[in-house]
């Protein structure tokens, strides 16, 4: 995606977004969910569950800065999840948390991959962890051999323009490719098949965070009453929810992609 590649500088800098930055801070917050959809439902990453997982880390972060100044005194720093032109998973690694796995998602050794990354960017100096050293997938390709639209097309590579979650979420054009009907598995919003499917997300447990609990209705709206639903109620309804990146053109838009010829 044509994004990632502005403000490399950035990326690799973090003295650039917090000057005079001294150490990185990576926190994980999982949010693997106790309750499921009901398997005739048009399928939501796991992730969309509940509330938008940035306003929820955002406060996270910024209580957690706060604790650190009362305890600490003045000192500069910066919180980020997915926002800014941070590389979480990179910087994860060197936080000792995990490797980066062959469908691109860092994985935990106890905890699977089922949690969001965020990244405090401080000028506190720290004593550093290790940098994980090891790559545990070993010759499994689950993830690769399980994705339907290809996207994984080399170890930890992932083509964006040909994942679910690119194709249902960030595409903002009218129409998804013809090449990829018979390939969405009844994807609405994002995609967890790759997740799925790692053995390693057999440590994965249920998370305890109210915020990202389910909202109430989404994980049982059939086809058609998602298709029924209007812009305003819509609105109302995912205020607070990532699936309100897609909007609601976005939403309908794949769920007429999804519907039998």
């Not at 990244?119 to 993830?143: N, Q």
């Not at 170890?155 to 490719?177: H, N, Q």
């Given at each position: 995606m044509g994004y990632m590649e502005r403000h490399f500088d950035l990326r690799i800098d973090p003295t650039k977004l917090v000057p005079g930055a001294k150490s990185v801070i990576t926190v994980l917050l999982n949010y693997f969910p106790e309750e499921q959809q009901q398997t005739d439902t048009p399928k939501i990453a796991k992730y969309a569950y509940g509330k938008d997982y940035h306003e929820v880390i955002r406060a996270k972060m910024n209580e957690f800065l706060f604790l650190?100044?009362?305890?600490?005194?003045?000192?500069?720093?910066?919180?980020?999840?997915?926002?800014?032109?941070?590389?979480?998973?990179?910087?994860?690694?060197?936080?000792?948390?995990?490797?980066?796995?062959?469908?691109?998602?860092?994985?935990?050794?106890?905890?699977?991959?089922?949690?969001?990354?965020?990244?405090?960017?401080?000028?506190?100096?720290?004593?550093?962890?290790?940098?994980?050293?090891?790559?545990?997938?070993?010759?499994?390709?689950?993830?690769?051999?399980?994705?339907?639209?290809?996207?994984?097309?080399?170890?930890?590579?992932?083509?964006?323009?040909?994942?679910?979650?690119?194709?249902?979420?960030?595409?903002?054009?009218?129409?998804?490719?013809?090449?990829?009907?018979d390939k969405m598995e009844g994807w609405m919003f994002g995609c967890d098949i790759c997740q799925d499917v790692c053995p390693w997300n057999r440590f994965a447990r249920p998370h305890q965070q109210e915020e990202l609990l389910p909202i109430p209705q989404l994980l049982n709206l059939s086809t058609a009453e998602w298709e029924a639903m209007d812009e305003d109620t819509f609105r109302t309804l995912l205020k607070h929810s990532p699936l309100k990146r897609s909007k609601w053109k976005g939403i309908q838009r794949n769920l007429r992609f999804l519907a039998p010829e």
């Open positions: 650190l100044r009362e305890a600490l005194g003045d000192i500069d720093g910066r919180g980020f999840v997915d926002s800014a032109p941070v590389l979480e998973r990179s910087w994860a690694v060197n936080s000792g948390l995990g490797w980066v796995a062959k469908n691109g998602n860092l994985i935990h050794k106890q905890a699977g991959s089922y949690f969001f990354i965020a990244t405090l960017i401080t000028d506190l100096e720290l004593e550093y962890d290790d940098p994980f050293a090891k790559d545990y997938c070993g010759s499994c390709r689950r993830c690769i051999d399980a994705c339907p639209t290809g996207a994984i097309v080399s170890p930890s590579v992932v083509d964006g323009s040909r994942c679910i979650s690119y194709l249902t979420i960030e595409l903002k054009e009218e129409l998804i490719a013809p090449e990829f009907r």
